[in-house]
């Protein structure tokens, strides 16, 4: 479905409702209804749900990345913003997601 490739496709950036209208040619209200049909939750849950997902996936793949700067790659303006919405989403803080779901490093086993 080409909405749905749409949204997805801008998720790391900040956008509004207005934003993918213009590049949809489809109206705010359109938009908002199509969300709230499909997902069941408003325009802004259905972002920040995303993102969160996003964030998750960048955690894994690059273990590097401050919460700082995974904030701001999947859009967030503030890292406070990021914290609420990850807590809310996931149910624990960034921090206790991320000691929870590292991928264990490989022993090396001495011969």
């Known amino acids: 479905m080409m909405t749905r490739r749409i949204f997805l496709k801008n998720l790391i950036t900040n956008f509004s409702p ?13 938009i908002s209804r ?30 590097e990345l401050t919460q700082e700067q995974i904030a701001e790659k999947v859009g ?5 913003s990021f914290s609420r919405a990850f807590k809310q989403q996931v149910g624990q803080t960034f921090r206790e997601w991320y000691k929870n779901n590292q991928k264990p490093i490989p022993s090396f086993e001495e011969k």
Not at 18 to 30: E, L
């Open 18 to 30: 207005d934003s993918i209208k213009s590049s949809m040619k489809k109206n705010r209200t359109y």
């Open 34 to 63: 199509l969300i709230n049909q499909e997902y069941q939750c408003s325009f802004s849950d259905f972002i920040n749900q995303k993102r969160i997902e996003f964030a998750q996936e960048l955690i894994h793949t690059h273990p």
């Open 76 to 80: 967030f303006t503030h890292a406070s």
